[in-house]
Every structure is written in C-alpha cells, then in structure tokens.
Nanobody, 126 residues
Framework: QVQLVESGGGLVQAGGSLRLSCAAS????????MGWFRQAPGKEREFVAA????????YYGDSVKGRFTISRDNAKNTVYLQMNSLKEEDTAVYYC???????????????????WGQGTQVTVSS
C-alpha cells in the first residue's frame, strides 16, 4: 500500500502560479505511476496529469496543456504539479493518485488508480 498527502493548495489570483506536492509513504515510490485529478463543485472528477514511474513520460488533460507541468522526485517520494497561468476555472479540489500498472501503461481515467490522497483546495480569484 501507499499513503498520499497533498499540500500546496491555496488562494491565488488569476494569472498566478502554485505548486502542489504529493508526498508518498509506504511501498517503494518508484513502483507507482502517479496522477493528479481535480473536482470542482457540482462537476465530475477530471484528469489533470499523469507521469510514468521513471518520470520519462507525462500526460495532460486538454484544459491544462501548456500551463501545468507534472514531475516527480523518486528520491524524495514526491510528485509535483506546477500550475502556471491559472484561471478561475482551475478552481477545484486537487487529488493525487497512485497506481501499480503492468508494463508502461499510464492511466488517464480515475478508475485506473487505486490509491488517493485527501485532496487540497485550489481557488483562483479574478
């Protein structure tokens, strides 16, 4: 098993930046594919980004491409989400997720992830 704890959320003005962190404990961090999802009030949970075990492959949702960057530091058991050029529509609770998949599969659907953090609130004001 792996336990995930997100941090770094907060209130930011539109156009600003935030960096989210997700610290993992438990089994070997490099064993897991990591993802970020978000959920705004009244909306379904949405895929934001995912990263392969080595960090060599990354994937992004269409709404964040070019603005967000996912990265990981396997030595620190941490995955990051750098969010730039934030918009009001980025306001949501952001969740870190982990999964152990076979081969090089990197899921982009929430059903592909087994472990979830408690979430961190990101609010973007105009």
């Amino acid at each position: 098993q792996v336990q995930l704890v997100e941090s770094g959320g907060g209130l930011v003005q539109a156009g600003g930046s935030l960096r989210l962190s997700c610290a993992a404990s438990g089994r070997t961090f490099s064993y897991y594919v990591m993802g970020w999802f978000r959920q705004a009030p009244g909306k379904e949970r949405e895929f934001v980004a995912a990263i392969s075990r080595s960090g060599g492959s990354t994937y992004y949702g269409d709404s964040v491409k070019g603005r967000f960057t996912i990265s990981r530091d396997n030595a620190k058991n941490t995955v990051y989400l750098q969010m730039n050029s934030l918009k009001e529509e980025d306001t949501a609770v952001y969740y870190c997720a982990a999964t152990a998949t076979s081969g090089t599969v990197v899921p982009i659907r929430q059903g592909g992830y087994y472990y979830w953090g408690q979430g961190t609130q990101v609010t973007v004001s105009s």
